[in-house]
């Protein structure tokens, strides 16, 4: 049986391949630190799942309407007017299965076939994937190192063509942690208004900024900067919610009903019982949610410290989410590997450590290391990783 040919051009994620390893090595016995994840390591907030366990036991469990209940949009605009002073009605919201859900929708409902989307290297791994399940064309751009790994408006505005439909724009980053600030977004903003580019922008780590940044979304800087932009977001990185499948977007009402339909034919609604737990997410106590941010502020700073000292491993500092991103290839060519991929699969292998490779992010000098994990495990791995490159130094 023939497959159709857009999936057969699809790769795999890495990071979830990575953890798969990772595991099966744990599973024959082996004491594995995985640093792959890109999930928080603590556990839903206990008043998120008692109000889920009372939306069991109350009846909740029946289909929805496809893009979530009137309750938890109202809860999404309440939010977006609290935290950013912006303002959108309910049917400007599509609640769905996840935040991954949410920008694959999107790119079916935007893309037509040769429709180019302008993707920022490093990125998400799923982002050029999507866009060509969509019958798009990811425009790759690498954004440099000594740039913060951050978009210019010069490399967007040579990257556009007659046929560019959108950029994203992920602040806080996967995988790099870096933030925009609202001045480079102001730049950023200002050639998407004058090239008539629509604005994805992702910002699921939003409520994991560190230091004396904050988090900006462009659709704050001005009327027609909002109006064209769609804002991605969730809750499994703000409330550790990752398995319970809640995100959603928000803008344009053609846009977001054009989604709905959509999602009404592919998953029918997100799980209703998970709507009422991010209910109860953004309509209670945001103590877990700080104290998390506390939490991975401090692992931040441990963990830079100790990669940064290991010989030929440089790192930009990053300003959020929860990942390093350092340069390994120094390291990598003095300890004799062809790739960053095989030091990767090397350290796994001999020191039982589980990093995940930049090329899956676009990045084939770097190496992506999330600390959703405790301080003990992070100084353990940063141990070995040290032994591993010491002990095979040319």
Same mark, same amino acid.
């Given at each position: 049986?023939?497959?159709?040919?857009?999936?057969?051009?699809?790769?795999?994620?890495?990071?979830?391949?990575?953890?798969?390893?990772?595991?099966?090595?744990?599973?024959?016995?082996?004491?594995?630190?995985?640093? !792959?994840?890109?999930? +928080?390591?603590?556990?839903?907030?206990? #008043?998120?799942?008692?109000?889920?366990?009372?939306?069991?036991?109350?009846?909740?469990?029946?289909?929805?309407?496809?893009?979530?209940?009137?309750?938890?949009?109202?809860?999404?605009v309440n939010k977006f007017q609290h935290d950013q002073g912006l303002t959108y009605e309910l049917?400007?919201?599509?609640?769905?299965?996840?935040?991954?859900?949410?920008?694959? $929708?999107?790119?079916?409902?935007?893309?037509?076939?040769?429709?180019?989307?302008?993707?920022?290297?490093?990125?998400?791994?799923?982002? +050029?994937?999507?866009?060509?399940?969509?019958?798009?064309?990811?425009?790759?751009?690498?954004?440099?190192?000594?740039?913060?790994?951050?978009?210019?408006?010069?490399?967007?505005?040579?990257?556009?063509?007659?046929?560019?439909?959108?950029?994203?724009?992920?602040?806080?980053?996967?995988?790099?942690?870096?933030?925009?600030?609202?001045?480079?977004?102001?730049?950023?903003?200002?050639?998407?208004?004058?090239?008539?580019?629509?604005?994805?922008?992702?910002?699921?780590?939003? $409520?994991?900024?560190? !230091?004396?940044?904050?988090?900006?979304?462009?659709?704050?800087?001005?009327?027609?900067?909002?109006?064209? $932009?769609?804002?991605?977001?969730?809750?499994?990185?703000?409330?550790?919610?990752?398995?319970?499948?809640?995100?959603?977007?928000?803008?344009?009402?053609?846009?977001?009903?054009?989604?709905t339909n959509l999602a009404s034919h592919s998953t029918s609604n997100p799980t209703s019982v998970?709507?009422?737990?991010?209910?109860?997410?953004?309509?209670?106590?945001?103590?877990?949610?700080?104290?998390?941010?506390?939490?991975?502020?401090?692992?931040?700073?441990?963990?830079?410290?100790?990669?940064?000292?290991?010989?030929?491993?440089?790192?930009?500092?990053?300003?959020?989410?929860?990942?390093?991103?350092?340069?390994?290839? @120094?390291?990598?060519?003095?300890?004799?590997?062809?790739?960053?991929?095989?030091?990767?699969?090397?350290?796994?292998?001999?020191?039982?450590?589980?990093?995940?490779?930049?090329?899956?992010?676009?990045?084939?000098?770097?190496?992506?290391?999330?600390?959703?994990?405790?301080?003990?495990?992070?100084? @353990?791995?940063?141990?070995?990783?040290?032994?591993?490159?010491?002990? #095979?130094?040319?």
């Open positions: 049986m023939e497959l159709a040919k857009r999936v057969q051009t699809i790769t795999p994620s890495s990071t979830l391949a990575i953890t798969a390893k990772a595991n099966e090595l744990k599973a024959q016995g082996h004491d594995v630190i995985g640093l !792959g994840a890109g999930e +928080p390591d603590f556990n839903t907030p206990e #008043h998120i799942l008692h109000a889920a366990s009372k939306a069991m036991f109350d009846g909740k469990t029946k289909y929805t309407p496809s893009g979530g209940i009137k309750e938890l949009k109202q809860a999404i049917d400007q919201v599509i609640v769905t299965t996840g935040a991954k859900h949410a920008l694959y $929708t999107l790119f079916q409902v935007l893309l037509n076939e040769g429709d180019e989307v302008i993707v920022p290297a490093p990125y998400w791994v799923s982002y +050029p994937e999507q866009i060509k399940l969509a019958g798009g064309k990811p425009v790759i751009v690498s954004a440099k190192e000594e740039n913060q790994f951050k978009l210019t408006p010069d490399e967007l505005e040579q990257a556009i063509t007659d046929k560019t439909k959108a950029v994203i724009i992920n602040s806080p980053s996967n995988p790099t942690g870096m933030v925009y600030s609202k001045g480079e977004l102001e730049a950023l903003g200002e050639v998407c208004e004058r090239r008539d580019i629509t604005i994805v922008s992702d910002e699921i780590y939003e $409520t994991l900024i560190y !230091g004396d940044e904050s988090h900006t979304s462009v659709a704050q800087l001005s009327q027609e900067l909002k109006d064209r $932009t769609i804002i991605i977001n969730g809750v499994s990185k703000s409330h550790a919610m990752t398995g319970w499948r809640i995100g959603y977007a928000v803008g344009s009402k053609k846009v977001i009903k054009a989604m998970a709507q009422y737990a991010a209910l109860a997410a953004y309509t209670s106590s945001q103590d877990e949610v700080v104290n998390m941010k506390k939490a991975f502020s401090e692992r931040l700073e441990k963990l830079y410290g100790w990669i940064t000292a290991i010989p030929g491993i440089t790192c930009v500092k990053p300003q959020g989410a929860f990942y390093l991103f350092p340069n390994v290839s @120094e390291a990598v060519q003095a300890n004799g590997y062809d790739s960053v991929d095989d030091w990767v699969k090397a350290i796994l292998e001999e020191e039982k450590v589980a990093l995940v490779p930049g090329s899956g992010f676009g990045a084939d000098q770097n190496v992506r290391l999330s600390y959703a994990t405790s301080l003990d495990q992070l100084e @353990e791995a940063a141990k070995r990783i040290h032994r591993f490159v010491k002990k #095979h130094q040319s």
